[in-house]
């Protein structure tokens, strides 16, 4: 099978432990994390060659994530070094009624500074198949942005199927522009399209017609979202697939998980999943970009089994602490045919 790239950023992440605010912590539990490496991590673990690109320090922090990845299986040989830092992401697990809080610190990191030209492209994509890109990147710089769409136009050009997160994040687009501006170009590109409600709105200004979000109260009506499909591949007419990840927030521990996909001719739904004890839900996207690109990958003619195996490798993400869907093909296909007992495996 050929490899999949993956390009981004990946952090430092500092939590809190437990459910502690971040006025009360004395201490943080420290890992790694960012979208595109999620994603890796993801298929690495499902045995799917896959090579994680970024630009990062040399110092010990980048060497110990560096370390990191390797240990779950994922590539690193295409990584460009320079810069003075890695980023880094604090964590408040929220509970109950308290949402969770995210506060980056992760100006003029590595990648922050990366420019067109520092990653040989053409190189990275020999023996490629795949390339997966996320709305994170390019809210990072208006170089990550350049550097991004260099690779697309590259991916393009050597027939590597490209997919893209939208993942908006407002509180990273500060360099001068909104993604409005920037993603429309990158994301024609793209073969594959995964994002939610907020992401079509905020990016693109697309919308289900009558849906609030807030409103939802856990019940989120799959069929809402074809009209958002549609105009989605209406506008990127290159996208041959359209996901939309379905999450109805009932509280900060108590989420509905699913999500829909559209060929362009029909619309699949997936089972829906009521996730009552969440242990952590960041990553939650990525894993479900993971289960779905090795559903795409492993069963190229059943879209719905794709679709299946995203959304249950993204509940038991659920379960899992830390950024990684450190789950096994077997875990998920468990749960996909109906076994969600938890029962001690002996």
């Known amino acids: 099978m050929k490899r999949v790239v993956t390009f981004g950023e990946i952090m430092l992440r500092l939590a809190t432990p437990g459910y502690l605010r971040f006025s009360q912590a004395k201490e943080f539990t420290a890992t790694f994390g960012g979208g595109e490496a999620n994603v890796a991590v993801s298929l690495a673990n499902y045995g799917i060659p896959v090579e994680f690109v970024s630009r990062m320090p040399q110092n010990d922090i980048a060497k110990s994530c560096i370390m990191e990845l390797r ?64 709305g994170i990147t390019p809210a990072l710089s208006q170089g990550a942005a350049d550097a991004c769409l260099e690779a697309i136009q590259v991916a393009n050009k050597m027939g590597v199927t490209v997919s893209c ?40 200004g ?32 290159r996208a041959r697939k359209v996901i939309i990840t379905l999450r109805g927030s009932i509280n900060a521990n108590h989420n509905t998980w699913g999500g829909v996909l559209f060929d362009g001719k029909q619309l699949y739904e997936s089972p829906r999943y009521d996730i009552t004890h969440i242990v952590d839900r960041v990553g939650g996207g990525d894993s479900f970009m993971g289960g779905l690109i090795y559903g795409l990958l492993s069963f190229p003619e059943d879209d719905q089994k794709a679709l299946n195996f995203a959304v249950a490798a993204s509940c038991l993400k659920h379960t899992v602490y830390g950024d990684f869907n450190l789950v096994t093909v077997d875990e998920v296909e468990k749960l996909m045919s109906g076994d969600a007992s938890g029962r001690v495996s002996r």
Not at 232 to 237: K, Q
């Open 71 to 134: 240990k779950y299986g994922v590539g690193t040989s295409n990584m460009v070094y320079g810069g003075d830092r890695l980023g880094i992401y604090f964590l408040e697990t929220g509970a109950v009624a308290r949402a969770s809080k995210v506060v980056y610190d992760r100006a003029h990191s590595a990648i922050a500074e990366i420019k067109p030209g520092m990653i040989d492209w053409e190189t990275v994509f020999q023996g490629a198949g795949w390339f997966h890109w996320t």
């Open 165 to 204: 997160d939208l993942n908006y994040r407002k509180n990273l687009w500060k360099y001068g522009k909104q993604a409005s501006e920037i993603m429309p170009l990158l994301v024609e590109g793209c073969d594959i399209i995964l994002g939610n409600e907020e992401d079509a709105e905020k990016v693109f």
């Open 206 to 237: 697309i919308k289900p017609e009558n849906f609030d979000v807030t409103a939802t109260a856990g019940q989120v009506n799959a069929g809402e979202f074809q009209s958002v499909c549609t105009q989605l591949m209406t506008r990127f007419p």
